[in-house]
T-cell receptor, first 113, second 112 residues
């Protein structure tokens, strides 16, 4: 069965530090990959997506992610974190059929001033 | 601007009552979804619909019902059979398989 893992439940970084959030997936074919961000009490906002082509994708708010087929990973990165980046981050796999999406459990990011 | 509207944002009900959560989209998307989110947990799929007048159970459909009479609307009813209905409910839609999901801002349901 398809699955998405995010090994880190909670990460704390200092403002201005770099960030990497990990995501691994299990899926037979090359999937569509997404990162979403959720602020408390809000819906999820799409940060970036990977469908094909260049394995390094740029998103909104200065985020980027790299698809590594050999590692079944799609890690999210940001070179310098801002206090407003504190939120919950979800990695998701898009499928071609059925329920269409599988979400990871999420990583909560805290930012220290 | 196009988007997904969920209403109300907060909903309070007494145990034993059915309650319906509204979800409307003007994105002209075919597929719509309902997810449940509990503290510290990810998103769990309740129901989804890929076309009008058709819908499928997700992973946690027991105690919930839906309808899809119009492309724009996908209301969710939380019935009295749902044992732990207090949660944050998210509605989403997408144009086609593989396209990103667009989310509403959620409805927080509290049942006492």
């Amino acid at each position: 069965a398809q699955s998405v893992t995010q090994p880190d439940i909670h990460i704390t970084v200092s403002e201005g530090a770099s960030l990497e959030l990990r995501c691994n997936y299990s899926y037979g074919a090359t999937p569509y990959l997404f990162w979403y961000v959720q602020s408390p009490g809000q819906g999820l906002q799409l940060l970036l997506k990977y469908f094909s082509g260049d394995t390094l994708v740029q998103g909104i708010k200065g985020f980027e992610a790299e698809f590594k087929r050999s590692q079944s990973s799609f890690n999210l990165r940001k070179p310098s974190v801002h206090w407003s980046d504190a939120a919950e981050y979800f990695c998701a796999v898009g499928l071609n059929s059925g329920q269409n999406f599988v979400f990871g459990p999420g990583t909560r990011l805290s930012v220290l001033p | 601007d196009g988007g997904i509207t969920q209403s109300p944002k907060y909903l309070f009900r007494k145990e034993g009552q059915n309650v319906t959560l509204s979800c409307e989209q003007n994105l002209n998307h075919d597929a719509m979804y309902w997810y449940r989110q509990d503290p510290g947990q990810g998103l769990r799929l309740i129901y989804y619909s890929q076309i009008v007048n058709d819908f499928q159970k997700g992973d946690i459909a027991e105690g919930y019902s839906v309808s899809r009479e119009k492309k724009e609307s996908f209301p969710l009813t939380v019935t009295s059979a749902q044992k732990n209905p207090t949660a944050f409910y998210l509605c989403a839609s997408t144009r086609q398989a593989g396209s990103p999901l667009h989310f509403g801002n959620g409805t927080r349901l509290t049942v006492t």
